[in-house]
């Protein structure tokens, strides 16, 4: 995240329901000196990404787990797509399997496609490759807390009824 070239961006950190030693939130703190530390009983991923979104003030919101990375690019090139088409509910890139080793093992690369190819998984959009207009996050309710698997899909298909993905 440090390393985005886009410039304007917040972070929100939530810590769901474990004690992260206070040497863990000082590293995070070092480096992401901006990073707003939430801390929250175990609730579960989706209601702590909903309780980040919740501290974000941000147009746009995008979910970075602590097993993800994003390329460099990755929020310039969501804001760009944005940009590009004004009506779209949120914004995708394609997905890079990466080894502990930082092997590159599978790539899974992305098109565009309409709803009923969102709706098909004709392309798999996952949280650390999306990017949803706040606006529509909210009107969609957001992650749905009581969803154990797939909450991605589940919010990508309520999405996909609001309107265009890019």
């Known amino acids: 995240l440090a390393a985005q070239d886009y410039p ?66 990755m929020l310039r090139q969501h804001v760009a797509g944005f940009a590009d088409q004004p009506e779209a509910v949120a914004c995708y890139g394609g997905i890079r ?29 996952l949280n650390g490759t999306i990017a949803v207009r706040r606006d529509a996050f909210d009107a969609v309710g957001g992650f749905n807390p009581a969803r154990l698997r797939a909450q991605d899909l589940d919010l990508v298909l309520r999405l996909a009824d609001l309107g265009s993905f890019v």
């Open 97 to 125: 399997s990466i080894a502990a080793n930082g092997e590159v093992f599978e790539e899974t690369p992305f098109w565009q496609v309409d709803r009923l190819g969102i709706m098909r998984r004709d392309v798999m959009i």
């Open 8 to 73: 304007n961006w917040e972070c929100i950190v939530v810590i769901d329901g474990f004690d992260a030693p206070e040497a863990a939130v000082e590293v995070i703190r070092e480096r992401l000196p901006q990073a707003q530390v939430v801390r929250q009983a175990g609730a579960g991923s989706g209601a702590a990404r909903n309780r980040g979104v919740q501290h974000a003030s941000g147009a746009v919101v995008a979910f970075l787990d602590d097993d993800d990375r994003w390329p460099t690019e």
